[in-house]
């Protein structure tokens, strides 16, 4: 799942950021609300979640929360701020706001909240995700292959996990080196020019130990595609 986060207090927003990331969300960190409006009108559907500090820079937590709601986008919005009083609660309930958690406030009750607007997730997936003979078990991170008796559940690392969903869900189709990285890494982060390469190759990997060697096909000079 991709969660956008927009904070201005840099530690604050980097505490946050690596608290999401090491329980396998990945998270695009920007600091000002102008930046943060460009990333949302650049793919539409790339978030399930936003999480806006009410007060930014150039473009406030509440503006952005208002113009998604404008453009009929129902992304789940959880606003951070220090603003604490009743009638504060209710403008940014108000402007479309799903979530409202005061500073300061414990990381726990944070990914809580995420946990539960992301069960409010239209397309939020279910446990297990069955494609082409594969099933991916959201459970314990691993892909079995169905049409094999004696298939062994291969635990896979939660990158490997994410390639492998991107891929399950768009079977036959043409992933470019571009869109995985897009997908899979951060705006920001510093991602080595072979890293798609690299890791397709660990998944392939771990697809051949269940019997499943050529089910990520390399289409020359366009990408991969998913031939389950």
């Not at 980097?14 to 998270?27: G, P």
């Not at 939660?158 to 768009?170: D, V």
Request: hydrophobic share 40%; net charge negative.
């Amino acid at each position: 799942m991709r969660l956008l986060l927009v904070e201005d207090e840099h530690d604050l927003g980097i505490s946050i950021h690596n608290a999401l990331t090491k329980r396998d969300y990945i998270v695009d960190l920007v600091e000002d609300g102008e930046t943060a409006w460009n990333y949302l009108n650049a793919v539409p559907s790339r978030y399930e979640i936003a999480i806006l500090d009410w007060m930014l820079p150039k473009l406030s937590g509440l503006e952005l929360c208002k113009r998604l709601r404008m453009q009929k986008n129902s992304l789940p919005v959880m606003l951070l701020t220090a603003k604490d009083s009743m009638n504060d609660r209710v403008t940014g309930l108000d402007a479309g706001a799903d979530d409202y958690l005061v500073k300061p406030f414990g990381m726990e009750e944070l990914l809580a909240r995420v946990r539960a607007l992301q069960r409010r997730v239209p397309n939020f997936q279910p446990p297990q995700l069955e494609v082409g003979g594969l099933m991916l078990d959201y459970g314990n991170f691993s892909v079995v292959n169905l049409e094999s008796e004696n298939s062994p559940a291969i635990i896979l690392t939660a990158k490997e996990f994410q390639l492998l969903e991107y891929f399950m869900q768009h079977p036959q189709q043409i992933l470019s080196h571009e869109q995985i990285r897009a997908r899979l890494w951060d705006f920001e982060s510093d991602t080595v020019s072979n890293v798609v390469a690299a890791q397709v190759r660990l998944l392939r990997r771990k697809l051949s130990e269940c019997g499943c060697p050529k089910t990520i096909e390399t289409i020359r000079g366009l990408g991969y595609r998913f031939c389950g």
